[in-house]
């Protein structure tokens, strides 16, 4: 089944900035140009291509920046990357954005690209997308803003590797677990298990980005105290609005509930035991389920029943018949 995205949450005054973080919804604030944050949890580390939850993946998105990003439409973007092309020899060849410095002001080239490259692919490397890099035989930098990877086998997405958010670009030779971005905040200060302090880099290479000089992420485990903290005005933005939060939300006028239909749940079968290594029991299974009941109960009615594979409608792989190919059917 297809959740709503328990997303951002914040008072409603139309900001010309929000949009920079939230992509979508604008919030009021107590102070014009510095945003409070609730996180629903805090980093384990922030450690740039290792996966560990959507609280360090929000910091990761500040600090540091990736060749390619995604669009509100989610279409693929320029970003340290201007353009890119495979060329007639079968490598990726990208140009990169000039004029371009890291935290500490020294200059963004190829040679970053493919330190960073390095470090995911590495041997003892615990990143995120360290198998998608294998595939890279070798790397070449003719100048400093033009490098070019060379695959085993053709890639055909290969530009999308670069746009996972955790794929950000660090600085050659920085500490590998905490390398120096070029996002449009740095970290300014942190309290261990309970904020994180962050503000405008004067730098960044996007004309007037970012709007906003701070930014300051409190942690709120408790649901419900994240809510609380909203309605008292503590905090300006929250993630993760609870379930049965959602309602009361969308009738306070003050505050702007924005949702999106993204994250999916499912049942998974191990293939390899018995009964369900006989694929005509896990068919039964998937035509026995009510799926309606489920978004009622469990997702107060925010969703809708997820009947094939989690394809989007309206993208060039939705098909029509294939998405009902689980629909609820007792005789099946």
């Known amino acids: 089944m297809a959740l709503t995205r328990r997303s951002m949450m914040g008072a409603a005054l139309g900001l010309p900035f929000a949009a920079e973080l939230a992509g979508r919804p604008a919030f009021a604030q107590s102070r014009p140009g510095h945003l409070r944050y609730a996180l629903a949890t805090w980093p384990p580390n922030l450690q740039p291509w290792v996966s560990v939850g959507v609280a360090a993946g929000t910091?990761?998105?500040?600090?540091?920046?990736?060749?390619?990003?995604?669009?509100?439409?989610?279409d693929l973007k320029p970003e340290l990357a201007t353009s890119w092309q495979r060329l007639?020899?079968?490598?990726?060849?990208?140009?990169?954005?000039?004029?371009?410095v890291f935290h500490d002001g020294s200059p963004f080239t190829?040679?970053?690209?493919?330190?960073?490259?390095?470090?995911?692919?590495?041997?003892?490397?615990?990143?995120?997308?360290?198998?998608?890099?294998q595939n890279v035989v070798a790397i070449e930098t003719p100048d400093p803003l033009t490098i070019r990877f060379r695959t085993?086998?053709?890639?055909?997405?290969?530009?999308?590797?670069?746009?996972?958010?955790?794929?950000?670009?660090?600085?050659?030779?920085?500490?590998?677990?905490?390398?120096?971005?070029?996002g449009p905040f740095r970290i300014s200060a942190q309290e261990r298990g309970t904020s994180i302090d962050?503000?405008?880099?004067?730098?960044?290479?996007?004309?007037?980005?970012?709007?906003?000089?701070?930014?300051?992420?409190?942690?709120?485990?408790?649901?419900?105290?994240?809510?609380?903290?909203?309605?008292a005005g503590d905090i300006d933005m929250c993630e993760f609005v609870p379930w049965q939060s959602m309602g009361t939300v969308e009738a306070d006028?003050?505050?702007?509930?924005d949702t999106q239909y993204g994250p999916f749940m499912d049942v998974l079968f191990n293939g390899t035991r018995p009964p369900f290594n006989d694929p005509r029991v896990r068919r039964a299974v998937a035509h026995a389920v009510r799926?309606?009941?489920?978004?009622?109960?469990?997702?107060f009615g925010r969703g809708k029943?997820?009947?094939?594979?989690?394809?989007?409608?309206?993208?060039?792989?939705?098909?029509?018949?294939?998405?009902?190919?689980h629909a609820y059917n007792p005789q099946r």
Request: hydrophobic content about 45%; glycine content about 8%; some cysteine.
């Open 59 to 74: 910091v990761k998105m500040l600090v540091h920046r990736r060749l390619t990003s995604f669009d509100a439409k989610g």
């Open 88 to 100: 007639p020899d079968g490598a990726w060849e990208f140009k990169l954005r000039p004029g371009v």
């Open 110 to 133: 190829a040679a970053d690209v493919r330190w960073t490259i390095e470090q995911i692919a590495g041997e003892r490397s615990t990143a995120f997308m360290r198998a998608q890099f």
């Open 152 to 182: 085993k086998e053709p890639v055909a997405t290969f530009p999308l590797l670069f746009a996972n958010y955790n794929m950000p670009i660090g600085k050659a030779g920085s500490d590998p677990m905490n390398p120096v971005g070029c």
């Open 198 to 231: 962050l503000v405008r880099f004067d730098r960044h290479y996007a004309p007037g980005i970012p709007r906003l000089a701070s930014i300051r992420l409190a942690v709120y485990q408790d649901e419900n105290l994240r809510v609380a903290a909203l309605q």
């Open 253 to 257: 006028p003050r505050l702007t509930l």
């Open 291 to 299: 799926r309606e009941e489920i978004v009622k109960a469990a997702f």
């Open 305 to 325: 029943v997820l009947e094939g594979m989690p394809i989007v409608e309206g993208t060039p792989w939705w098909d029509a018949e294939l998405s009902r190919g």
